[in-house]
Structure formats: C-alpha cells, structure tokens
C-alpha cells in the first residue's frame, strides 16, 4: 500500500511540475511582443535534424531580440517537441495556433510530420513555414490546390530530382545510372522518381536500404558488378556517409551524386575525407560562402553550440527571417495577416539564397551542385531545372 | 560463384554484429525470463564510452575495449539492481514494460545529455583490406568475427566450466531449488547481467569501429534485430544466439544480395514465422515437455 | 440476468453523464481544439488498449504487433474516404479494414497462437512489420513511404466516443459470456482447460481476431480524424504504446486500460512543455510506476459497480443470490 502511494505521489507531483512549467510559460507573454512556435523533432528516430533546426530557430530569435525584435517588439517562443511522431506533431501545431496563440509556427523537419500539422494550422488560421520539409504535396492538398498556410525554406522534391538528373547527363556525361536508396523514406522515392523520369540515360538498377542500417556491403558488392556512370544515392549524410566510405573501400570508383540531405561535414567524417572524391550534391549553402551573412550565422552556431551548422539549420534560421520579414511587411502579427504577407514574399535574402515564393508556396531558388574532391568543396555549378 | 563467397563474408561480419548482441540478450532471458529491451541501449552506450575514451583519454582500441565493458558490465549491474530486482516477483510483462522504460531512459538521456546528431568514431585500427584471389576482406571483418567467437568461446567456458557458471544454470533451471542449495540467486543474477552488458559494450565499440558512425538511436534497430535471432536460435542457449545472429546476418545479406532488397526485412521475419512454428523453441531449442 | 438491471443503468448513466461533461465542456469553451485533439488521441488509444487487452489480459497471449491491425484499418479507411468523401465511405472503410484485419488475424492466429509466450510475441512482431512492409511496396495504392494525406475530415469526437463506448461495451460483455470465461480460463491454465475440453486454440484465436478487428477501427478513426497516414505510424513503437497502456491499466481490466489511457494522454499533454526532456520524465514516470505498481492501476480487478450496490442493499442481493440457489 505505502508504495502504492509513493507511486501515486510521484505521478501527482510529475503532473503538478508539468502545470507549473507550462502556467510560467503563459505568464511571460504580454501585449509588446511577438509570439512565434517552433516544432521540432527534437527526440526520436529523426532528432538528428529537428534538434540541428531547432537550435537554428532558437539562434535566429535571440539574434533577433537582441537588436530590438520585430518592429521593436521581442519574439517570444514557444518551443515544442514532436517526438517524430507524427500525431504529435498534429497536436502540437493545434495548441501552438490556439492555446499560445502564435503568429507563425516554424517547424518540423520531415514531410510527414508537417502534412500531419498542416489540417490543424488551417483549421486555426495560422502559417506554417516548413524548413525542410521535402515532399511535393506538403504545400498542395489532393486536388492540386495550393494548401492556404503551409510554407517552405527548402526544395521540394520534383525540383531536385530534375536538377540532379540534368546534372548528371550534361556535366557528368552519364548514360546510366544506378538509384540506391531509402524506399521506406518518403524522400528518398520522391526523388528517385523525379531522378528516374527527366534522366534521359538508362537507370539500371534500383537498389534499397532502410534509415537504421549500417551495412551496405551486400547492395555494394550487387552494384559492383553492374556496369554504370553514375550512382544516386537519394538519402540523408548518416547513411550516405557511411555508404560513400564502403563503396570506395570496395573499389567503386563512379561517381556519387546526391540530394542536399548530404549537407552535413559529418558526410566526410563518416566517409573519412580520401574516401569522398567524385561526390556531387545540390546545396543551399556552402560554409565555404563568403557572403558575411552566412559567416556570421556559423560563427554565432558555432559558439552556441559548438558544432559546425549543416544545411538543416541554415534552412531553419532562414525560416526564421522569413517570417521576421512577412510579420514587418505586414505591419500586423495576426496570423492571417502574417499569412497574407508571406503569401507575397519576394525577394526574400537569406543565408540560402536570395527567393521569393511562387504560386505554391514553394521559395524560386537555383540550385548549386557541390562537388567534393577529397573531402573538399572544390568546385560549384549552377543548375537550372528548367 | 566469387560474388557469393563475397556475400557470404559480408554476412558472416553484419551476422557477429547480432551474435555479439543476441549473446547479451540470450542470457538475461535464460536466467530471468525477461526480454531485456535496454540490451540494445547499453551497446549505444558502449560505443559512447569508446568514442570519449578515444577522443579524450587518446587510449588504444584494447584499453577503449576494456573501459567500455567495464563500463556498461556496471551499468548494466546498477539496471538490474534499481529496476529489474524490485519487479523479479511480478508480471514477467510488468518487467517487461520496465525495460521498455529503461530503453526509453537510456536513449533521450542520451539525446538531452550529448545530441542527436551522428559522430564519426575516431579510428584507432588502421582498416586494411586483405585480397584473397578475387574476394576481399577488411582488417576490422576479421577482427569482429574473431572477436565474436573469442567472446562466444569465453562465455560458454564461464557457463560449463566455473562454479558461477554451474550457480547460474542452476538458478535458470530453477531459481528456489538453488537458492536452497546455498546459491545466493541475486548475486548470479547481477552477474549474468555483468557479463552480459561487458558483451554489449564491446558490441559497441566494435561497431563504432566497424562502421566509423554512433547516434543515441543507434540501439533499437540492432537491438532488435539481435532478439529476433536470440529467438531463432533458440534462447536462452549460448551457440543458439551466435549461430541465430550468423543466419539472420547471411539471410540479410543474400536477399539484399540476390533478392529484392525492399522486402529484405519482410523476408525476415517470413522465415522467422516459418522456423519458429516448425521448432517452437528456435534452432537448438530443446523442446521441454510442459508440466502440468 | 435482465439487460436493465441496477448495474448496467448505472453504467449507462454514467457514459451518459462523461458525454455530457464533455458535450458541456465544449460548448462552454472549456475544450478547445487542442483539447479535443487530445481527446481524441485518447478514445483511439483507448479503443487499441480494449482491443489488445482482449488479446493479452483475457486470453494470455502476448501479441505485440498491435499497429498493424490498426494499418490495415487505416488504410482501407483512407484509400475508400478519398474515393467516397462522405460517411457512406467511412463506414465502408469501417467494416472493410475490420474484416480485412480479422482475415489476416485468423490466418496468422490459426498457427502462430500455438506458440508460446514470448515465441507469439516475436511472431506477432513480424507479422506487423510484414503488413507494414507489404502496405509500404503497394505502389499508388498506399502511395509507399509518403502514405496518403488530403484523407477527408471525417472524424469528430462524437465518433471516437461512440465507438470506444461500442468497443467497450462489447468487450465487457464478452468478459462475461461463456465464451469469454472460456477464454480467461485458457490464461489461467491452458493445460487444465484442455482437460475440461475446451478447445484452447478455437478461443485464443477468436481473441485474438477481435482484437484485430478493434485496432482496425482505432485506425479507420484515426486515419479520418488526423487525415494523413504513412507506413511509419504504425512502427513497432506504436505498438508499444499501446502495450504500456494496457499494462499501465492492468492486465485484464478493462476499466484499468480506460483510466490508463485517459492518464497517460494527459501526462502527455502536462509534459509537453519540458520539450525534450519530456522523454526523459516519461520514462522515469514509467519505470517507477512499473516499480511501485507492478499490477498496473487496477490489477485484473475492474472498477466494480455492483459489488458497490450490494454494500448498499444486502438484503435484496441475499434474496438473489437464494433464489439462485
């Protein structure tokens, strides 16, 4: 019986922390300020990314706050965690849009956690802008209408996926290729099939892995016999990396072209930098910028969190100033209006590139294909999709 | 013909990989009864360990080996003592749902304490590889599947041959009879999870050494994965985990290999269903008559 | 036993008396959409806790491929309401995912159910991830990896109420039929209901299907109700999810796995602000739960209404129980 109210009192007290936490966090907002959410997987299979964008989020307001806020009123955050569930995340927008009442919501990192999102911020007539989130129905609905609330920083996937195959045909003279990727990730069939349909070679092979997998030698040693130009690796740089490193050891010498999922300098730890020649990726953003907006954001990463920023967090912070942008332009941090004014977006300049949206919500970028040699950036080109 | 000996060499490291770990899991459930599900964690924190005692204290990969699987054989004691022991008289699925917890536990703590992102693990064995006529093998292929069996070999010497050995197949026969006997179960018990959790930790660095990558998350696939073939060699039974963690390795390797590598896993388990409901208790299960 | 004696009024009064808190709630402003997500998310768990319970607290089988079950009815729900955008479909979808889910579970039951213990617990396993896999290479069916979004808002809470309260009530009555005495004596002594010629696999099957069937309509709500489902929802997490809630609530008592899911959302809920250090409490909160209450909430007792009754009046339960004799 005593342990039973042990266990009773332990869970009482868990609950009353949690009422405590969440009433101080009510009590902090006030009329001057401008309340924004940020939603991120910050625990679970993919708090690889939403932590690296979360910190990014959280980087951009404290800049922002820090010379005076949005039209001298400070940000304040609300900072959720979706535990890469996606009914979470649905849950998690819904109380960000009605109980916080924020302007924007930032957040999450992956397609199916911000298409869950995306029902309740419409219901609650709140914008939310997508760092990342890849897959081409995230910003229309089923009927191929635009989805009225739902942004996004980065590519979709149609977009890369030509991109890529262009780029392999006239800059890499492929007249095959091989796909090895992900198929239980959204991502990575998104772009293995816009890959497939604009690569006017042969695709002669299409080879699968899943997300927690280490070993590849089996699908390796398969592609190793097959004859081809160029190999596709549409994934993220944990496994990439890890691919790179034993297809060199086992002596593929092709080529390796990827999406910006390997933007990450973990892609060269984990391939070891002799073993990453010959490997093109589309970009955002390059460290090696010297445009003094993106040093300036390393620099500030770096000291926060002592770890270089990866694409991630770039597409994150520019988030950020996206809707800094749209709430100033709209002169109003009501929701819709916010809304109204990202709609209209142009000329938006960040650390990823100067864009503006089009008519789906989707930023109107150029795509630059990095390519490594070594373990070094050695060579940038421009690609229009087109 | 050379490809398939290739494969097989690719099997037979991704399968000591999941022997390693099904060892672990092997003896706590032969003990206990109890599906560890935090065996999969303490392997992530093995590798943790290996990669701060590398990169910090700058030791070799024996000395990380060692520190390691000191490490987690204590971490793993600590587990059993706070979590596990309170519940021995319960549910087996109420300690099950604990594990679940410590599982849980292990991993955020992680994410909270050190990040999510992935590491490189700092290479302390220079990888080489050995071309033997058209096929090859890497150094660390043949160290983890040496590895693999010195610890197997080691482990049913313990089992067979010592006295806590002989203490700790009496207390999984059974527990009370061996209590009267003078075995003090409790302390066998910590010990089967000592030894168990030591495996898991070099499982850890081994695969941070193999793969050159660790993430807090890294634990649950692998872990897993190892129960599956703790069960398909039959638990509870020592050659039962390696010989189960080398075939779901090699069936692994020669679907991805041969086969359609996007149903890989739902062959897996396709087989698994199939050999459990031909040998109910796994490969070298003893099919013990039921009581009554 | 009459169907309106003492007891079941006052269940009823009482379901009647939660609906109406609510319905109150909500129109007063009390419950606003956050709240009703989280309400929600409940009843569907609430409905998966039931269903597996079924399976595990009445006839000892430990399944642990929950999810599934709910996959199948997600999807048929999913792919019938984007054809049918109406209630029409709904239903369809209902009753499709429901007989799909206990087609596949009488097929996989039949063997696998002789398995014991934990050998069914790994089978069960497999069996989830196989239909995961198998819904994941659908092609444009499934729509594979990225899943189907743009699913009808077709869902309310009224919906996931009514349901649960159907699933609830149908599964207390089987607790107490011969059938479901039947199957509680399989997990009390297999061998001994054996010898009574009890056809031991008849029952755990039948479990087992109904289990199926329950998570099936968990799905066919939640897939309505959230309007986009992909493979990765129904991972083997999920079915540990809903494995701790059933055992949080107690083994066999399906009262205990209503108040765990209901406690267990809104602790979810309260731990929301700590971000990610809310895993982290909610393991904690776990493991000593599990620590200093091993049986769960209610252990196999349910929350007793009638026992509460015959406190009050003795004499006419003296009176019943003679005549009974």
């Keep these: ?386 | 013909m050379e490809n398939l000996i290739q494969q097989l060499i690719n099997g037979l490291s991704l399968g000591s990989i999941y022997a390693l770990l099904a060892l672990g899991y092997t003896m706590v459930y032969g003990i206990i009864k109890l599906i560890n599900f935090a065996h999969g964690e303490i392997y992530m924190i093995g590798a943790f360990v290996g990669y701060y005692v590398i990169n910090y204290l700058g030791v070799g990969l024996i000395p990380a080996l060692l520190l390691s699987m000191s490490f987690t054989a204590v971490l793993g004691v600590i587990i059993e003592r706070v979590a596990y022991k309170p519940l021995r008289k319960s549910s087996r699925i109420a300690a099950l749902i604990t594990a679940i917890g410590v599982s849980y536990l292990l991993q955020n703590g992680m994410i909270y304490f050190v990040g999510p992102e992935v590491r490189s693990f700092p290479q302390v064995v220079e990888n080489s590889l050995y071309t033997i006529g058209s096929f090859q093998v890497s150094k660390m292929q043949v160290l983890i599947i040496v590895t693999t069996f010195i610890l197997m070999a080691g482990l049913q010497f313990i089992i067979q041959k010592t006295k806590m050995g002989k203490a700790m197949r009496a207390v999984s026969i059974d527990s009370q009879a061996a209590e009267l006997m003078g075995i003090n179960p409790d302390l066998v018990i910590s010990f089967t999870f000592f030894l168990g959790s030591a495996l898991a930790g070099a499982a850890g660095v081994l695969v941070g050494m193999y793969y050159n990558s660790i993430n807090p998350m890294m634990g649950y696939a692998p872990g897993l994965k190892a129960f599956i073939a703790a069960v398909l060699g039959g638990i509870g039974i020592v050659p039962g985990a390696v010989l189960g963690g080398f075939a779901i390795g090699l069936i692994e390797v020669l679907i991805s290999g041969y086969g359609n590598s996007m149903v890989r896993d739902a062959v897996v388990y396709g087989i698994l269903i199939v050999i459990l409901l031909v040998r109910p208790s796994g490969i070298l299960g003893k099919h013990a008559k039921e009581k009554v | 036993m009459r169907i309106l004696n003492k007891t079941n009024g006052i269940w009823m009064i009482l379901i009647v008396l939660s609906f109406g808190l609510l319905q109150g709630a909500i129109l007063l402003g009390l419950i606003d959409a956050f709240y009703e997500i989280t309400l929600v998310t409940i009843l569907i768990n609430m409905i998966l806790a039931i269903g597996l319970n079924v399976i595990i607290g009445f006839s000892g089988q430990f399944s642990l491929g929950h999810a599934g079950f709910m996959a199948i009815g997600a999807y048929a729900t999913g792919i019938l309401t984007k054809q049918f955008p109406n209630y029409g479909g709904m239903a369809a979808g209902i009753v499709v995912g429901g007989i799909i889910a206990g087609i596949v579970a009488l097929i996989v039951g039949i063997p696998t159910l002789r398995l014991k213990g934990d050998y069914l617990a790994i089978a069960t396993l497999g069996v989830a991830e196989i239909i995961r896999i198998i819904i994941l290479n659908m092609g444009d069916l499934t729509n594979g990896a990225a899943g189907l979004s743009g699913i009808p808002y077709l869902s309310t809470w009224y919906i996931g109420f009514f349901l649960a309260v159907v699933v609830l009530i149908f599964a207390a009555n089987y607790k107490y039929s011969s059938v479901g005495r039947a199957t509680i004596s399989v997990r009390e002594d297999e061998i001994a209901a054996e010898s009574l010629g009890i056809h031991t696999t008849r029952y755990k099957t039948i479990a087992f299907v109904m289990g199926a069937v329950t998570a099936a309509i968990a799905g066919s709500i939640h897939a309505t109700y959230f309007s986009v489902i992909s493979p990765d929802q129904f991972n083997f997490m999920k079915s540990i999810d809903i494995l701790i809630i059933v055992v949080f609530g107690g083994i066999g008592s399906l009262t205990g796995s209503v108040i765990a899911a209901t406690v267990l959302g809104v602790l979810n809920v309260f731990l929301q602000p700590f971000g990610s250090f809310r895993m982290i409490l909610y393991a904690i909160a776990l493991i000593s739960i599990m620590i200093f209450k091993p049986s769960g909430l209610m252990g196999t007792k349910e929350l007793n209404i009638s026992s509460f009754i015959r406190k009050k009046d003795k004499s006419e339960n003296k009176k019943r129980e003679e005549k009974v004799r």
């Design chain 1, 1 to 386: 019986m005593k342990k039973w109210v042990a266990g009773v009192t332990a869970m009482t007290a868990l609950v009353l922390a949690g009422c405590e936490a969440g009433d101080v966090e009510n009590q902090t907002g006030d009329e001057g300020s401008v309340k924004l959410g940020s939603m991120f997987e910050l625990t679970g299979a993919v708090s690889a990314y939403g932590n690296a964008e979360a910190n990014a989020v959280s980087l951009a307001i404290d800049e922002i706050n820090e010379e005076g806020g949005i039209d001298g009123k400070t940000i304040e955050l609300f900072e959720y965690d979706t535990k890469s569930e996606d009914t979470e995340a649905a849950s998690v927008a819904t109380k960000l849009a009605t109980q916080d009442g924020v302007s924007a919501i930032i957040g999450p990192a992956t397609s199916g956690a911000t298409k869950s999102a995306i029902p309740s911020v419409n219901r609650a007539e709140v914008p939310l802008v997508s760092p990342s989130a890849t897959d081409d129905t995230v910003t229309i609905d089923g009927n191929g209408d635009v989805q009225p609330f739902a942004y996004r920083i980065g590519f979709q996937d149609s977009f890369q996926g030509v991109s890529l195959a262009k780029f392999a045909e006239t800059e890499l003279d492929a007249q095959t290729a091989i796909i090895l990727g992900d198929n239980s990730s959204d991502y990575a069939t998104g772009l293995s099939a816009t890959f497939k349909e604009n690569f006017s070679g042969e695709v002669v092979g299409e080879e699968n892995f899943t997300a927690d997998e280490s070993d590849f030698s089996a699908v390796l040693t398969r592609i190793k016999n097959e004859d081809f130009d160029v190999l596709f690796v549409p994934g993220y740089y944990e496994q990439a990396g890890l691919i790179i490193k034993q297809a060199r050891e086992m002596g593929i010498e092709q080529p390796i072209l990827g999406p910006d999922g390997f933007g990450n300098d973990t892609l060269i730890d984990l391939a070891g930098a002799g073993n990453v020649s010959d490997v093109y990726y589309t970009s955002h953003f390059s460290v090696n910028s010297e445009d003094p907006k993106v040093q300036g954001f390393i620099e500030s990463y770096e000291e926060t969190y002592g770890s270089e920023p990866d694409m991630f967090s770039a597409l994150a912070y520019d988030a950020v100033f996206v809707v800094k942008q749209a709430i100033e332009e709209a002169g109003d941090n009501a929701p819709t209006a916010v809304n109204d004014a990202l709609a209209e977006l142009s000329d938006f300049e960040g650390i990823t590139g100067a864009f503006s949206f089009d008519e789906n919500h989707n930023p109107i970028k150029s795509v630059t294909i990095v390519e490594l040699q070594d373990g070094e950036e050695v060579n940038t080109t421009e690609v229009s999709p087109k």
